[in-house]
């Protein structure tokens, strides 16, 4: 009451201040006086509604439980049993209203039917999961800390005061410049303290997450906790923590490893199990609800058997289970089919529900590998093969590790064509059909390496994407194209010519991408105006509106913008009416299909669409002088083809 008070009195004396001017107006002073007060008046109350809302709303937030997390976005988190170090929660707000923390919201159960739901009740008998929760300065000050992890680690906020290094030895169990030293170099940590003994000692898994500010400085170190002793043999901590994943109990990938390393057993089924599309479950439901049906699927796999089943939360999401000696003598589709039936077939929450559904690969011990270690990279093969070939379930062949050499091998020959420089640069012209004169040059890439050159362009830079070197090769060709274009333009014949420039939708839609070519046509002292930036229909599918943007960005650089293939994509009449373009490619499909009527009629509209706006034709895949002939009767003056011209390496001396 007293604070309202006193929030009312700068306006209070504002307006007197003011009120009195009006009766005073011929004071010059004091109407400056006035005006200044009441000014002064509202800022201050202002001021202070700002700072009491922020902190209401983070009082509010302690009587409530919304966890959610989407990727790094900053969003509303309400912690339960918050303790804010004295005036750190006004300076330290993103504590109840910024960062994400992946923690337990709802309680999952089955329905005997294979579906998974979700109460918006949690776990009453689950505190340490849900609270355990610190978080850290970058130079290693704690500045916040939950009740929960003060109340089991019998310590408090004045102990922090009495020294925080002897606070991080009891509650992480390290030194607070060894962990800070692992944090800087890694930008994430764990370790793993045992508190308490014998029967009523805790394990806790501690893992640290760097978060970044715009600058991608470290702004702030989040821990958060796991009580994991359930899942751990108190006598062999903290080596078998090491191999726990916390959120499922499983083994991770290093336990799973250490396990098949160890084994005796002479004959095992490795089946490799990846979840489809699980981030549609994070995206929508949230990481919590999502870490709950990840918990539910750790636990059926769990049920499968006991010591002769091994089962592992490999990555994210994806798990594998290993069935050993006896357990993996039987139907082998059997047993596949039994990890394949621990998927949940429906989630929900909240009466939205969502279908699930996984690809299974998997590997048989001896017969497809000499060792148990070996057969998960060979499931792995199998799983992945599953979705290639549009199946369920995939056994692992031997085909399937001679792709994957191939694959290695024509990507080892790809970095060394770039390493070499050795990818050719090769024009084609596009000419004005009634004199031959050059109008345009479309540069091509050229492959000789033995390993590539049975590949179309196309599947080369599929390669090249998979292997990640796709921008690379982008930068080696916009970089080789206007060197060579510079010199080119040089020549009588191509005084006038303008460079129609190929760049993947990948590059096209980077921003990076058009820094790196404008730094390229100053180098080689170009004018943006003679470069055409050829966009194929394709780039627009699924994302028209970031195209949209990318196109206009080029524009406004100065470039061209060419929309090449066009017809070959349904979306050709709503994409020349949504695009800035320049220049409109008609793909050769028409082109060679002008003995029919309905072909000729399509070329014929889109020319006069074009034109109209003041726009370049150009028409693809000329091969005859029947086709010459029939689209110069179209109004088609600029023409492409092998007919004018077959790709080359031009000579540019």
């Known amino acids: 009451m007293i604070r309202k008070t006193m929030a009312i009195v700068p306006v209070l004396v504002a307006v007197f201040l003011a009120a009195f001017t009006i009766t005073q107006t011929h004071y010059a002073l004091w109407a400056s ?4 007060a009441t000014l002064t008046g509202l800022v201050m109350t202002l001021f202070y509604l700002r700072t009491r809302r922020i902190a209401d709303e983070t009082e509010s937030c302690q009587s409530e439980t919304y966890f959610t997390l989407r990727g ?40 005997g039917v294979g579906s998974v739901s979700s109460s918006s009740v949690p776990p009453k008998n689950d505190k340490f999961d849900r609270a355990l929760l610190v978080n850290l300065d970058p130079d ?28 991080f030895k009891r509650v992480f169990g390290t030194t607070r410049t060894s962990l800070l030293d692992e944090i800087t170099e890694d930008y994430s940590a ?15 898994f501690w893992a640290f997450e760097a978060v970044f500010d715009a600058s991608m400085e470290i702004e702030l170190i989040i821990a958060s906790g796991h009580e994991i002793t359930r899942f751990v043999d108190d006598t062999s901590m903290p080596a078998r923590a090491e191999y726990i994943d916390y959120l499922t109990g499983l083994l991770n990938q290093q336990g799973l490893f250490h396990h098949l390393e160890t084994s005796d057993a002479t004959m095992g089924v490795t089946v490799f199990l990846d979840i489809d599309g699980f981030t549609r479950v994070n995206d929508y439901f949230g990481h919590a609800f999502g870490d709950d049906v990840l918990r539910s699927i750790g636990e059926r796999l769990c049920r499968l058997g006991d010591g002769d089943v091994i ?38 929450l909240n009466g939205t529900t969502m279908e699930l559904d996984a690809h299974i690969g998997y590997a048989v011990y001896p017969d497809d590998a000499s060792t148990l270690e070996a057969t998960v990279s060979l499931a792995n093969l199998a799983m992945q093969g599953c979705r290639k070939e549009g199946q ?9 590790s001679r792709q994957v050499s191939l694959r290695m091998e024509r990507e ?11 990818i050719a640069v090769h024009f084609q012209e596009i000419v004005h059909a009634a004199n031959n004169d050059v109008a345009f040059v479309e540069q091509l890439a050229r492959f000789s390496s033995p390993a590539l050159s049975d590949l179309h362009v196309e599947d080369v830079f599929a390669l090249a994407k998979s292997a990640n070197l796709l921008a690379r090769l982008d930068r080696y060709m916009i970089e080789k194209s206007l060197e060579q274009f510079a010199l080119l333009r040089k020549k009588a014949r191509y005084k006038r010519a303008v460079l129609g420039l190929n760049i993947t939708p990948e590059t096209f839609m980077d921003s990076r991408g058009l820094s790196h070519l404008n730094r390229a046509v100053k180098k080689h002292h170009l004018k943006r105006s003679w470069i055409s930036i050829e966009v194929s229909e394709s780039t627009f599918v699924g994302a028209l509106e970031r195209c949209v943007e990318s196109i206009n960005r080029y524009k406004a650089a100065g470039y061209l913008i060419a929309l090449d293939d066009f017809g070959r994509e349904y979306s050709s009449l709503a994409v020349l009416d949504s695009v800035s373009f320049d220049i409109v490619k008609i793909d050769g499909v028409f082109t060679a299909s002008l003995d029919n009527m309905r072909s000729r009629e399509i070329v014929k509209m889109v020319h006069k669409i074009v034109t109209h706006a003041g726009k370049v034709v150009v028409a693809e895949g000329v091969e005859t002088e029947a086709q010459k002939t029939a689209l110069l009767g179209l109004g088609c003056t600029i023409q492409q083809g092998y007919l004018w011209h077959r790709p080359e390496s031009i000579d540019t001396k």
């Open 392 to 400: 369920r379930i995939c056994r692992y062949h031997a085909d399937m």
């Open 190 to 204: 764990h370790r793993v303290v045992r508190i308490g003994k014998s029967a009523n000692a805790h394990i806790v």
């Open 33 to 36: 006086m006035g005006l200044s």
């Open 311 to 348: 089962a592992s939360r490999f990555s994210a999401d994806k798990f594998l289970v290993v069935f050993l000696g006896d357990a993996a003598n039987g139907d082998v589709h059997v047993l596949v089919d039994h990890v394949l039936q621990s998927m949940p077939k429906h989630i929900g």
């Open 72 to 111: 790094q976005k900053r969003v509303q988190v309400c912690l339960q049993d918050v303790t804010i170090h004295g005036l750190k929660r006004l300076r330290y707000p993103k504590l109840a209203f910024g960062y994400g923390i992946n923690m337990i919201d709802a309680n999952v159960h089955h329905d």
């Open 140 to 167: 290693g000050t704690v500045t916040f800390a939950s009740d929960t992890t003060l109340a089991l680690f019998d310590t408090s906020i004045k102990d922090l005061d009495q020294g925080q290094d002897r606070w």
């Open 412 to 422: 080892n020959a790809l970095r060394n064509a770039l390493d070499e420089g050795s």
